[in-house]
């Protein structure tokens, strides 16, 4: 059953690790890999990625992605969300402390930032508007 506007937005917001699509070219599949994202119900989505990796080159030259997010319990569930790039920026490390604190308990957040923002090197941001939803609720399993 496809779930409302209310729901998916919400089911986004959560913090579920995101599999983030994006092409790879002509005669190639997408690349696809988990990611972490920022979402808030009606607004934007954005991710985190270094600028020079395979992923953050795709997205720019793209111009778009998708993302797709799931659960297993109570009931199997997912929403996918498509749409272009519509800001790209240097990430700051506010940004990335905001979306550490997402995912790791508070204890983790600043080791987890120090470390991460000297080993991931020059990072940018790129930002989603949603623009194709897909959402279903399968049910209990």
């Known amino acids: 059953m496809p779930l409302s506007i ?7 917001a959560e913090p579920h690790i995101g599999a983030l699509a994006v092409t790879a070219g002509e005669g190639r599949a997408p690349l696809t890999l988990p990611i972490w994202y920022q979402y808030a119900p009606g607004g934007e989505l954005w991710v985190m990625t270094a600028r020079d990796s ?14 797709m997010v799931d659960r297993l319990e109570p009931t199997v569930r997912y929403v996918s969300v498509e ?12 940004q990335l402390r905001e979306m ?4 790791l308990p508070a204890d983790k957040v600043e ?6 923002w000297k080993a991931h090197g020059d990072e940018v941001v ?11 609720d399968l049910g209990a399993v």
Do not use: D, N
Not at 6 to 12: A, V
Not at 111 to 116: H, I, S
């Open 6 to 12: 209310e729901e998916r937005e919400q089911f986004l």
């Open 54 to 67: 395979k992923k953050g080159k795709l997205i720019a030259e793209a111009g778009r992605f998708s993302l």
């Open 83 to 94: 749409g272009p790039v519509v800001r790209t920026e240097e990430a700051t490390i506010e």
């Open 100 to 103: 550490t604190a997402r995912y």
């Open 111 to 116: 080791p987890y930032v120090k470390g991460a």
């Open 126 to 136: 790129f930002t989603l508007r949603p623009e194709r939803w897909y959402s279903s």
